[in-house]
C-alpha cells in the first residue's frame, strides 16, 4: 500500500529556508488522482494546510502562507517537497505530508494517508 | 484560533456515546464536506470519516458522522479505551482563492 515518509533538517535558523521532502513509496505520483500536501502542527496545536501539488505541477496553498510557500515535485524520483521561506520561531512544527483525493469538487478529497511527521524546529 | 469551532474536551465512560460537535459557516461546512481525523498521542493524524458521513475500510462503524447546514457532528458509540485520542474535524473553505481550514481539535478522555 501506499505509505510516505518525510526527510529534512531538523533545526533550520531564522530567516533561513525550511526544505523537506516526502518520498511516495507503494504507487506512482504520476499516475494521477491525487494532491499530494504538507500540512502542518504547532506543538499541542491543531493542524494547518500548507498547500498542494498535483503530479502535472498545479499547486494550491494556503492564502497565510502562500508569499513563503513553494511546493514542487520530481515525478522521476517519486518524490514532493516543501520549501518555506524566511522562517521565524512560529514556524517551529510537526510537518506531515499527505495524500488527497482529487475531485470534482472543491478543494479535494480526504487527506487519507499520511507520514509519520517530521519535527522543524526554528532557533539560532 | 481555528476556523472551525470544536469544544476542546469531551469525555464519556466505556460504553458510552459521545459526540463532538464542529461549527462552521457557509463558505465550508455549508457548502462543501466534512472530514474527521483521529489522532493517537504520538502518531500522525488519521482519516475517520470522509465526506460528512462516510467510514474508510477498516473505521469500526462504532463511528459515524453528520452534518446539518454549517454544523457538523461525530458521535462514537459502545466508547472504548483506545478511542482516547485528538479529533479534528475539516472542511474544504471557499472563501478568497480556496483553502483547507480544522476544528481546533477536541482532546476526549475514556474514564
Known amino acids: 500500500q501506499v505509505q510516505l515518509q518525510e526527510s529534512g533538517p531538523g533545526l533550520v535558523k531564522p530567516s533561513q529556508t525550511l526544505s523537506l521532502t516526502c518520498t511516495v513509496s507503494?504507487?506512482?505520483?504520476?499516475?494521477?488522482?491525487?494532491?499530494w500536501s504538507w500540512i502542518r502542527q504547532h506543538p499541542g496545536k491543531g493542524l494547518e494546510w500548507i498547500g498542494y501539488?498535483?503530479?502535472?505541477?498545479?499547486?494550491y496553498y494556503n492564502p497565510s502562507l502562500k508569499s513563503r510557500v513553494t511546493i514542487s515535485v520530481d515525478t522521476s524520483k517519486n518524490q514532493f517537497s516543501l520549501k518555506l521561506s524566511s522562517v521565524t520561531a512560529a514556524d517551529t512544527a510537526v510537518y506531515y505530508c499527505a495524500r488527497a483525493g482529487a475531485i470534482a469538487a472543491a478543494g479535494s478529497d480526504a487527506f487519507d494517508i499520511w507520514g509519520q511527521g517530521t519535527m522543524v524546529t526554528v532557533s539560532s | 484560533q481555528s476556523v472551525l469551532t470544536q469544544p476542546p474536551s469531551a469525555s464519556g465512560t466505556p460504553g458510552q456515546r459521545v459526540t463532538i460537535s464542529c461549527s462552521g459557516s457557509s463558505s465550508n461546512i455549508g457548502s462543501n464536506y466534512v472530514y474527521w481525523y483521529q489522532q493517537l498521542p504520538g502518531t500522525a493524524p488519521k482519516l475517520l470519516i470522509y465526506?460528512?458521513?462516510q467510514r474508510p475500510s477498516g473505521v469500526p462503524d462504532r463511528f459515524s458522522g453528520s452534518k446539518s447546514g454549517t454544523s457538523a457532528s461525530l458521535a462514537i458509540s459502545g466508547l472504548r479505551s483506545e478511542d482516547e485520542a485528538d479529533y479534528y474535524c475539516?472542511?474544504?473553505?471557499?472563501?478568497?482563492?480556496?483553502?483547507?481550514?480544522f476544528g481546533g481539535g477536541t482532546k476526549l478522555t475514556v474514564l
Open positions: 507503494g504507487g506512482s505520483i504520476s499516475s494521477g488522482g491525487y494532491y
Open positions: 475539516a472542511a474544504w473553505d471557499d472563501s478568497l482563492s480556496g483553502n483547507w481550514v
Open positions: 465526506r460528512n458521513n
Open positions: 501539488i498535483y503530479y502535472s505541477g498545479s499547486t
